[in-house]
C-alpha cells in the first residue's frame, strides 16, 4: 500500500507486507511509545482490525496481535492500559473515513496472508509459533526498588541495592542468569500496587513445578515501586529476555517459552497488603484516593 495515516502520538506507515509504526515524541506522548520509537508489524503476526468509537471525539484503529506474534505483548500479558496500547491509533473523528478504508484493506492484507499459507483461510485466532514481531534491542536496563537490572543479549544480571533488597537476596548475592536457563519471564505492571519482574528458569522454583517465592524473597525477581521499574523501562527490558529464551531455546528440545500472567492472590496475602497500605494511608505518605484506588486494585485480584 505505501500509505500513511497519522494519528495521535503516532503514523502508521502501511506496506505490501508490513504495518510500519512511528511513534512521535513529545512531553504528551506515552514513554512506552517513545522508548519504542519505531516497530514493524508483518501482517503475519495480526489476527483481526477493528475500528470503534474513542473518547472525546476520536475514532481507533486497533490493528489486534496474535497471541504469541509479539514478545511485547506477551510479556505484557493484557495488563497495558489502551492508552499506553501500542497497536491502538487514535485519530479525530472527522478522519473516521479515512481509517475505515484503511481498515478494510489491512484486512483485506490479512485474509490474502491467511490464504497465502495454508491455501485455505487460516482461523485468525490460531496463535503464531514464533516471535514475528523485534523486540527493542539490548543491551537494556533500568533501576528496579531493590536492584539493578541488565541484559547484554545473552545473560540478565540484578545487582542489589543495600536500601531496598531484602536479606534473603543478600544472601544468595547479585545474581547472573544466561537466557539459556530460563524458560520465560513474569511480569507484573508497576503501576500496579506490588509490580515485580521475575525470571522463570526451567526446572527451577519459577518453573511450573514449584510455586516461586515472593517476588521481594526470590532472587530471580526484581520489585517495583513508586518511580521504580517503569513501563518504558522494565517491559520491554522483559520482552527482550523472552525473545532470547526463544532464540536460545532454537534446535533444542521444543520446550514452550512463558510470559505468566500473574495468578490470583491467596486472601491472606491480600489481606496483608491491605493492611500495610492503610498503614502508608495512615502515615500520610498515601492519599485518599491512591488508598481507594490501590485497595480496589488488590480486592479484583480475589
Known amino acids: 500500500m505505501g500509505d500513511v495515516l497519522q494519528g495521535i502520538h503516532a503514523t502508521w506507515e502501511f506496506e505490501s507486507d508490513s504495518v510500519l509504526i512511528r511513534f512521535e515524541r513529545g512531553i504528551r506522548t506515552p514513554k512506552l511509545f517513545q522508548a519504542l520509537?519505531?516497530?514493524?508489524?508483518?501482517?503475519?503476526?495480526?489476527?483481526?482490525?477493528?475500528?470503534?468509537?474513542?473518547?472525546?471525539?476520536?475514532?481507533?484503529?486497533?490493528?489486534?496481535?496474535?497471541?504469541?506474534?509479539?514478545?511485547?505483548?506477551?510479556?505484557?500479558?493484557?495488563?497495558?492500559?489502551?492508552?499506553g496500547d501500542p497497536y491502538r491509533l487514535v485519530l479525530p473523528a472527522e478522519r473516521e473515513t479515512l481509517a475505515e478504508y484503511y481498515a478494510d484493506e489491512l484486512r483485506a492484507?490479512?485474509?490474502?496472508?491467511?490464504?497465502?499459507?495454508?491455501?485455505?483461510?487460516?482461523?485468525?485466532?490460531?496463535?503464531?509459533?514464533?516471535?514475528?514481531?523485534?523486540?527493542?534491542?539490548p543491551p537494556l536496563q533500568?533501576?528496579?526498588?531493590?536492584?539493578?537490572?541488565?541484559?547484554?543479549?545473552?545473560?540478565?544480571?540484578?545487582?542489589?541495592?543495600?536500601?531496598?533488597?531484602?536479606?534473603?537476596?543478600?544472601?544468595?548475592?547479585?545474581q547472573s542468569l544466561p537466557v539459556g536457563e530460563l524458560?520465560?519471564?513474569?511480569?507484573?505492571?508497576?503501576?500496579?500496587?506490588?509490580g515485580y519482574l521475575r525470571l522463570l528458569r526451567r526446572d527451577g522454583p519459577g518453573s511450573a513445578q514449584g510455586r516461586p517465592a515472593p517476588a521481594d524473597h526470590d532472587p530471580a525477581a526484581v520489585v517495583f515501586g513508586l518511580g521504580y521499574g517503569p513501563v518504558h523501562e522494565s517491559l520491554p527490558f522483559a520482552a527482550a529476555v523472552l525473545e532470547a529464551v526463544q532464540g536460545a531455546a532454537t534446535g533444542r528440545a521444543a520446550v514452550?517459552?512463558?510470559?505468566?500472567?500473574?495468578?490470583?492472590?491467596?486472601?491472606?496475602?491480600v489481606a496483608e497488603r491491605i493492611r500495610h497500605l492503610g498503614e502508608l494511608h495512615s502515615a500520610g505518605l498515601v492519599t485518599d484516593d491512591e488508598f481507594s484506588a490501590k485497595k480496589a486494585e488488590l480486592l479484583a485480584e480475589l
Do not use: C, M, N
Request: hydrophobic residues 35%; without cysteine; proline residues 7%.
Open 37 to 83: 520509537g519505531e516497530r514493524r508489524i508483518p501482517h503475519e503476526a495480526l489476527s483481526s482490525v477493528t475500528l470503534t468509537p474513542g473518547r472525546r471525539g476520536t475514532v481507533v484503529l486497533h490493528a489486534v496481535p496474535r497471541t504469541g506474534a509479539d514478545p511485547l505483548t506477551e510479556a505484557a500479558a493484557g495488563q497495558l492500559k489502551d492508552s
Open 109 to 137: 492484507a490479512l485474509a490474502r496472508v491467511r490464504r497465502s499459507r495454508t491455501g485455505s483461510i487460516r482461523d485468525e485466532q490460531e496463535p503464531a509459533e514464533r516471535y514475528l514481531v523485534t523486540a527493542p534491542e
Open 256 to 269: 514452550p517459552v512463558h510470559a505468566v500472567v500473574p495468578a490470583r492472590r491467596d486472601p491472606a496475602e
Open 142 to 174: 533500568f533501576k528496579a526498588y531493590d536492584a539493578k537490572a541488565s541484559f547484554d543479549g545473552d545473560r540478565v544480571s540484578f545487582r542489589w541495592f543495600w536500601t531496598g533488597a531484602s536479606s534473603a537476596k543478600w544472601k544468595a548475592g547479585d
Open 183 to 194: 524458560q520465560g519471564v513474569e511480569w507484573r505492571s508497576p503501576e500496579l500496587f506490588d
